[in-house]
């Protein structure tokens, strides 16, 4: 008696584990979600206002050579001396774009940067202003140091992130 309960309940238990299998596999995967951080991430929606209140979006920044994008606080020296550099070289800009990206949180201090450094005279290869989306920065910004440049390619796939610190050497194999 003991032995055919033993297969019954062995018999359930395979059959119960098959119907699981069964109703995993009817059941597609959804793709992984992107966090935009990663290399290969797209670029994720843009919602940038330049001081002169135009509206930046992703279509807007579509050419056919690597796109910079340089997330910034208007009060840090680290970027100031990045801007100082992108500005030193923008010769080496022939298609390559850079967008600068300041936070929603900064927008007060924007105006002070662009009358220090003169960015706008650099257009269309500098196009800076501050996310209106307050998702581009929460999206693309890992948190380590700033400036951070993330390039992505003529496809707008993420290729590298610079953070801290960054020579114009490291960024030359970039530039198109």
């Not at 501050?130 to 999206?139: F, I, T, Y």
């Not at 390619?153 to 993420?158: A, F, N, Q, V, Y």
């Given at each position: ?174 530039i198109q």
């Amino acid at each position: 008696m003991v032995r055919k309960l033993m297969i019954i309940a062995m018999l359930l238990g395979s059959s119960a584990s098959f119907a699981q299998k069964k109703n995993a596999d009817s059941h597609p995967q959804l793709p992984a979600v992107s966090h935009y951080k990663e290399i290969g991430d797209p670029l994720p929606p843009i919602m940038v206002y330049t001081l002169d209140g135009r509206k930046i979006t992703n279509k807007d920044m579509n050419n056919d050579a690597n796109l910079f994008v340089m997330l910034f606080n208007p009060t840090c020296s680290h970027c100031e001396e990045m801007t100082k550099q992108l500005e030193r070289n923008i010769k080496l800009f022939n298609k390559s774009k850079i967008l600068m990206v300041a936070p929603h949180t900064t927008k007060d201090y924007v105006q002070g940067f662009e009358d220090g450094y003169h960015t706008s005279k650099y257009a269309p290869i500098i196009t800076m202003g501050v996310d209106s989306s307050m998702h581009l920065v929460d999206k693309t910004f890992q948190y380590k140091a700033i400036p951070q440049i993330s390039i992505y390619d003529k496809d707008r796939k993420l290729i590298k992130v610079f953070s801290g610190e960054i020579s114009i050497d490291s960024l030359k194999p970039y530039i198109q």
